[in-house]
């Protein structure tokens, strides 16, 4: 499965996934951006609290530029040093590590605008803000159950105790288990990536989706955000690809994300008409590929390509949407796709 860069997206989808097929078309799966309100939904936000986050909240911060040698080391033996107070400014002397002097709170800002559209549709009109990864790394600091102004003018400096490991499964369990019996949950979890227990989230969320699927509990959707100028997104994809019997996790970067409803994205649905009575989707060369006529333009499109296709058109309500499958493809009557920077595959929609 390839994800095309959101870069290449053209309103109004806010997601397109594709597979090559044997045959040398594609199977392609569509997202509509929209805003999709559910009765009984529950909302939250967990920012990540660990101490390779100070940085992002504003805090002078230390930031390793290159990996520790066998040199470093020794050097580090001779001088004698044996605690990390001891040997973190050694590594600083070294250039293992860099200081980063203080700077904009840029979590607060993303925090503030994010959970305040998260009240717009949770139940209880609010949202449930928690630090996770405080102290040992295991800890949570509940922020409170926030409604949508205090959500606008609250602020965000950090935990009390900034965790010295990021452990998510604790964040996790916490708004899984806390609004067990919502009909549908969405939790938005702010973090820079890095993970130290990667390989249990992973086995509890099997069998949350196992649970999911087999009706023992509703659906919920897990989004991780990364913010900062220093996210390590192979972990955030690994639990983006994970195969499960549901698919729980998308991911996003803040500064990639054009608007607040791609948080979204993958939470739209076949069931969901968007248009009654309308639709058609054309190849490249304008093969009708699928007639929506009779049963409405629904949030989530599949449909299948023929070989060399490289992109699509979408006629609805008179208009005619053209979607590029790549950069650079020149699509007669206008520019050349960009080409964007380089972004991540990324998978599955709430009932695939």
Not at 108 to 120: G, I, P, S
Not at 185 to 201: E, S, W
Not at 220 to 249: C, H, N, P, T, Y
Request: aromatic share 8%; net charge negative.
């Amino acid at each position: 499965m390839q994800t095309l860069a959101t870069q290449l997206v053209v309103e109004p989808f806010s997601k397109i996934n594709y597979w090559d097929l044997p045959d040398g078309g594609k199977r392609v799966r569509v997202y509509f951006l929209m805003e999709q309100q559910i009765e009984g939904a529950q909302t939250g936000m967990a920012i990540d609290g660990s101490g390779s986050m100070q940085g992002n909240f504003g805090y002078e911060a230390l930031r390793q530029v290159r990996e520790m040698t066998d040199q470093d080391r020794r050097a580090i033996q001779r001088m004698g040093l044996t605690s990390e107070q001891q040997i973190l400014p050694a590594l600083v002397k070294l250039g293992v590590f860099a200081i980063v002097p203080p700077g904009p709170n840029i979590v607060q800002e993303q925090v503030r605008k994010m959970t305040e559209y998260l009240t717009k549709f949770d139940a209880d009109g609010g949202t449930t803000v928690i630090y996770w990864a405080t102290g040992d790394g295991r800890q949570i600091e509940l922020v409170g159950d926030l409604t949508g102004p205090q959500c606008a003018m609250s602020n965000f400096p950090g935990p009390k105790q900034f965790g010295s490991e990021t452990h998510l499964l604790p964040a996790i369990k916490y708004f899984a288990d806390r609004f067990s019996d919502a009909k549908w949950g969405i939790y938005v979890f702010i973090t820079d990536g890095a993970l130290n227990d990667l390989d249990a989230v992973k086995r509890y969320t099997v069998q949350l989706a196992r649970d999911i699927a087999r009706g023992k509990r509703n659906d919920l959707k897990f989004i991780l955000i990364g913010v900062g100028d220093e996210i390590d997104e192979s972990q955030m994809e690994e639990l983006d690809d994970l195969k499960a019997e549901r698919d729980l996790w998308d991911h996003k970067i803040a500064k990639d994300m054009k608007v607040l409803a791609e948080i979204f994205a993958e939470g739209v649905s076949e069931k969901v008409i968007i248009v009654p009575g309308d639709g058609l989707i054309k190849s490249a060369n304008g093969s009708v590929i699928k007639d929506y006529r009779d049963t409405g333009l629904p949030a989530l499109m599949w449909f299948d390509l023929p070989a060399g296709s490289q992109w699509f058109t979408l006629e609805v309500g008179g208009q005619v949407v053209t979607q590029p499958l790549a950069a650079g493809v020149q699509i007669p009557g206008t520019q050349p796709a960009p080409t964007p920077a380089p972004t991540s595959a990324t998978v599955a929609c709430l009932e695939c």
